[in-house]
């Protein structure tokens, strides 16, 4: 099965400021999906962002954009002027097309966003 | 309509109880998740329905029992529980993979949190 993994537990960034966490992962397949969750403490899961690896191109939504590198299996989120509301836990996750919809999350990083 | 909706939000059950945890979605989804989140972890995928039909159960013990009725409606029965059950079971639902054109992500519930006592 595909691994996720999120090497940091935890960071901290300064309102205003740029953050970027961390997220590789290791697969045989050519095609997939990656994503980044949000989950306050309100604990509902939301999607900040999506790539199909089909795509060279970097995802982008808003603040939040991604650094997708295939070869490396490496995909990091990058969050441009923090807000005090991107202050959550943030999971990044692998869904294959291949296997019954399977999807799966790394260990999540806690952010923190200082004012 | 973009909602997964969960319900109860919270159920307290003693481990002879017999609950049942349900979702349910208007997205013409036809992939629909229970995932099982202990605190300050991820979630750990449990069950995946395809078309109705149960297409992966991650060995999950006997206790809980998921079902399917529709394509809108999923449920997870409950019964005897022990306390380390205790968690936010989260639903989610997806588009299918086979003949459609995903966006690929999976749409989740507020989740319903869960003690057994």
């Known amino acids: 099965a595909q691994t996720v993994t999120q090497s940091q537990p935890e960071m901290s960034v300064q309102e205003a400021e740029t953050v970027t966490l961390s997220c590789t992962y290791d697969t045989s397949e050519s095609d997939y999906y990656l994503f980044w969750y949000k989950q306050p403490p309100s604990r509902q899961m939301i999607l900040v962002i999506r790539?199909?690896?089909?795509?060279?191109q970097n995802a982008t939504e808003n603040r939040f954009s991604v650094n997708f590198q295939k070869a490396a299996k490496s995909f990091s989120l990058k969050i441009s002027d923090s807000q005090l509301g991107d202050a959550a836990m943030y999971f990044c996750?692998?869904?294959?097309?291949?296997?019954?919809?399977?999807?799966?999350f790394g260990a999540g990083t806690r952010l923190t966003v200082k004012p | 309509d973009t909602e997964v909706t969960q319900t109860p939000k919270h159920l307290v059950m003693g481990m002879t109880n017999k609950k049942s945890l349900k979702c349910e979605q208007h997205m013409g989804h036809r992939a629909m998740y229970w995932y099982k989140q202990k605190a300050k972890k991820p979630p750990e995928l449990m069950f995946v329905?395809?078309?109705?039909?149960?297409?992966i159960n991650e060995s999950v013990p006997s206790r809980f029992s998921p079902e399917c009725p529709n394509s809108s409606l999923l449920n997870l029965h409950l019964h005897a529980l022990q306390p380390e059950d205790s968690a936010l079971y989260l639903c989610?639902?997806?588009?299918?993979?086979?003949?459609?054109?995903?966006?690929?992500?999976?749409?989740f519930g507020e989740g319903s949190r869960l003690t057994v006592l």
């Open positions: 989610a639902s997806s588009q299918e993979f086979r003949g459609e054109q995903p966006t690929g992500e999976l749409f």
């Open positions: 790539q199909e690896a089909y795509k060279q």
């Open positions: 996750a692998y869904r294959s097309p291949y296997n019954n919809n399977d999807m799966r």
């Open positions: 329905y395809s078309y109705e039909k149960l297409s």
